[in-house]
């Protein structure tokens, strides 16, 4: 891990997404972008034309230049807040763009090369969660893994995660992935493997391969469930994880964990982190 994105919108919760960012930076070095997406455009009125009394006027390019100019003078006091608590030896920078948030940030993340995205979960805006919110749609659509706070979570730290796993769409390179990912921060992965149909259940000499490749710092358990959601919410309550991480497969249950009433009433009641990886190319 090289490069690190943060999307910024200045509510009191980016102080807390940009607390996991330079724990992770000071692990390994990183350099940081602090990024925010300036919405500059406007809906024009029914019946606009350019000779119209309600064309653009100067006071639309005032208005737009204080907006920006708003950004870059909060952007540079959150720069202050984070250097004074972090300290000068951490590469940081900035950057402000105009343009829609979604498409913005994943655009400047592949401009800047970043090897992850680490963004709040809820911002200003107020979306609900991830269900049709800026991190639903990068943890559907970028190539690199995606880190999103939930709102209210505070900085938990990495000692512990637990890694989902779905029997019906695994592939054995996860394991590596997982490991290399969670190897700097020297935390402790609980990989569940999360069986909600019987004929997906892998056998045992598969179970005893798996359990070679992970590793004996790291757990690994089979949990029986109806759903995966309950499976998952089950072992969030007897292991105390501080994120849960898996892979966005778009056949997976992952996927449909984001619709409303699994991710309301089941999953965000652990109110943790969610790091995504995307889908790996066979």
Known sequence: MKRILVPVDFSD????????????????????????????QFIM??????????????????FIREIRNKA????????????????????????????????AILTAASDF???????????????????????????KHSQKPVLAIPVGSGYKGLNKAIYAIDPAHFQQAEFNIIKEFFKPFHTKIYYLVLCYNPKDRPDEATLAQWRDLVGNRASFQIVDCDQPHEGLHLSIQNIQPDIIAFHFFKESFFSRWFKPVISRKELYKANLPLLSFPEIEE
């Open 72 to 103: 870059e003078e909060k952007m540079q006091g959150l720069l202050t807040q984070l250097k004074n608590q972090w300290g000068e030896e951490i590469s940081l920078d900035t950057r402000i763009e105009s343009g829609t948030p979604d498409v």
């Open 113 to 139: 090369q970043a090897d992850i995205i680490i963004l709040g979960a809820v911002g200003l805006g107020h979306k609900d969660h991830f269900s049709g919110g800026t991190a639903e749609f990068l943890m």
């Open 13 to 40: 919760h980016t102080f807390v997404t940009a607390s996991y960012a330079f724990s992770m930076a000071k692990a390994t070095e990183a350099k940081i972008l602090l990024f925010h997406a300036v919405f500059d």
């Open 45 to 62: 009125p029914e019946g606009y034309s350019p000779d119209s009394v309600v064309a653009p006027t100067l006071f639309d390019v005032e």
